[in-house]
């Protein structure tokens, strides 16, 4: 599934956000549609959202190039794991985040909720519009990573 698009939303006074309906639609039928793993980034102060299905395959493709008897995979691991869980939609489309992920990502009241290919990015609104102030020339970013 591809997820496309980006949409505002509010945390409430208990932590949960209102899963967009364009996203639930690009969902489509999956199995497990409803259950997502939430994450802190590897490189910036947001929060991963995996469906259950995608973060299964990115584990598949870790799996088969790490070795498990080896302290730096290990390591490795357990730092793309850190901060993980599982969370499912509720009846209507809200999901909870653990205060530890909402605090790591500088998050309070206003979320964007952004579509990148088989993942969302969850960011802070403040922190997401800050992004965008002074954004790197896409034309140069194409050349340099389209064509190394």
Request: proline share 4%.
């Amino acid at each position: 599934m591809i997820f496309v698009g980006e949409y505002s939303s509010r945390v409430d006074s208990k932590g949960r956000i209102v899963f967009p309906t364009v996203f639930k639609k690009q969902c489509g039928t999956a199995a497990n549609g409803d259950i997502f793993i939430l994450k802190e980034d590897l490189y910036e102060k947001c929060l991963v959202m995996y469906p259950l299905a995608e973060w299964e395959r990115q584990n598949q493709i870790i799996r088969e190039k790490l070795n498990p008897f080896d302290r730096e995979h290990n390591q490795f691991l357990r730092m793309f794991s850190k901060g993980a869980c599982e969370v499912t939609l509720d009846s209507v489309n809200r999901f909870l985040v653990p205060k530890r992920l909402l605090d790591y990502a500088g998050i309070e009241k206003e979320v964007v909720l952004s579509g990148q290919d088989s993942k969302i990015e969850i960011w802070s609104a403040e922190t997401f519009a800050k992004m965008w102030e002074n954004p790197v020339d896409f034309g140069e970013l194409a050349k340099r990573v389209i064509n190394p």
